[in-house]
């Protein structure tokens, strides 16, 4: 269940290619098993991925799903997916999903909205010493719990966040946005999705800005899809992430060849995402013995799996099916014609509660545009 039509489609579309690409290596087997696979595109909307998902089970009978790609669309399945006992692997990022509202049919291989965010919250505050931060991001869960998390962090840790904007998802232009910032920041945290890190940032250099104010990009705001059309302006960019293309082990050497061979570029959050996904869902079915109709098991399976050599690095998940593994702190460099995500420091074992106590966090309110309380805003 992917996205390609909107503001989503550049990832949605790198999502349909990682997945593809791993089925091809495999000769389109999983653990010796054939696969069938039917994609979806949703549009991005929660209610036609309700829709999709109904047509899946029930007219293509399949045995898992992957997918899918936005916060919105996974809240909106989240009943579905429980009625119809599918054994879902989420590349969607919504915090609740493995945090208050467990869903027992879902694992996830990437990071919930926050997980990275807290370590940028953590590096801008410790790392790169800033004071003063804030934040901007698409004005849909995703962005506000992405968010929240660096708040939360780099707060804890001494900053203050004293401005937070939020752009509606498909807003035309981001100008009135950008006259807004505040003119004594150390930093500006963006927590965008699909393209619309890319149009954020040529406005926000169109306005002058690229020297007098640093950007700090969430999971997907500089994905590596993004980078060639950002150019020699977007070097020196800081972001967080689970994944670079740069990671320096042999699956993802291999994974980064294919990307470039077969479709021209290098693969990002979403690419990795659907590869990471069939990497842990080949590893259970072959934990299984190949019983991929027992969905009980499959789904057991899948909550119990370590992989320890994914183009990510080592997988693991904890008691809610989330994901725990390395995040990378990036800078965008220039290496032989390509523009790349090079990691500069690595966060290791980084699960979704950060350093906090997990039934503590819990007894809090899921993060939105409000949790954490902004306490230090200025207008």
């Known amino acids: 269940m992917t996205v390609k039509t909107g503001p989503l489609a550049s990832g949605g579309i790198q999502m349909e290619q990682g997945l593809v690409l791993y089925l091809k290596e495999h000769n389109n087997m999983l653990a010796g098993v054939p696969v069938e696979l039917f994609t979806v595109d949703t ?10 998902l109904q047509e899946l089970v029930e007219l293509n009978k399949i045995d898992c799903m992957i997918g899918p790609l936005s916060t919105q669309e996974a809240l909106a399945i989240d009943d579905t997916i429980r009625e119809t006992k599918i054994p879902t692997v989420f590349v969607a990022a919504a915090d609740d999903l493995t945090q208050r509202r467990v869903n027992p049919w879902v694992i996830r291989v990437t990071s919930t909205s926050s997980q990275c965010a807290h370590v940028m919250g953590d590096y801008a505050a410790r790392d790169l010493k800033y004071k003063r931060a804030a934040t901007i991001a698409d004005d849909i869960a995703y962005g506000h719990e992405m968010n929240a998390g660096f708040q939360r962090v780099f707060e804890e840790e001494g900053g203050k966040v004293v401005q937070k904007l939020w752009p509606p998802l498909a807003v035309p232009d981001y100008g009135t946005y950008i006259a ?12 965008f999705a699909g393209s619309n890190g890319f149009r954020f940032f ?24 993004l980078l060639p059309r950002m150019g020699d302006d977007a070097i020196g960019l800081l972001s967080v992430c689970w994944y670079s293309a740069t990671i320096d082990n042999p699956q993802n050497k291999k994974f980064v060849a294919a990307m470039q061979r077969d479709y021209k570029v290098d693969p990002g959050f979403y690419a990795a995402a659907t590869y990471t996904a069939a990497a842990v869902l080949e590893a259970s079915v ?27 690095g080592p997988v693991s998940l904890d008691k809610n099916g989330n994901v725990v593994g390395n ?11 390509r523009f790349v995500n090079k990691v500069i420091k690595t966060y290791e074992n980084i699960g979704q509660f950060w350093t906090y106590d997990p039934d503590a966090f819990i007894k809090s309110p899921v993060y939105s545009r409000d949790f ?5 805003l200025e207008n």
């Not at 250099?205 to 104010?213: A, Q, S, V």
């Not at 009980?296 to 320890?308: M, N, Q, T, Y």
């Open 43 to 52: 549009g991005g909307a929660p209610a036609v991925a309700r829709t999709k």
């Open 180 to 191: 807004q910032l505040n003119p004594k920041l150390d930093g500006l945290f963006c927590g």
């Open 202 to 225: 040529r406005q926000f250099y169109e306005y002058g800005l690229k020297d007098k104010l640093p950007l700090l990009g969430g999971m997907t705001a500089f994905d590596e899809s």
């Open 286 to 312: 072959k934990a299984l013995g190949a019983r991929v109709g027992d969905k009980e098991a499959l789904r057991d399976s899948l909550h119990a799996i370590k992989v320890e050599d994914t183009c990510r």
């Open 327 to 337: 995040v990378y702190v990036r800078r965008v460099e220039k290496e032989n014609g």
């Open 372 to 376: 954490p309380a902004a306490k230090n």
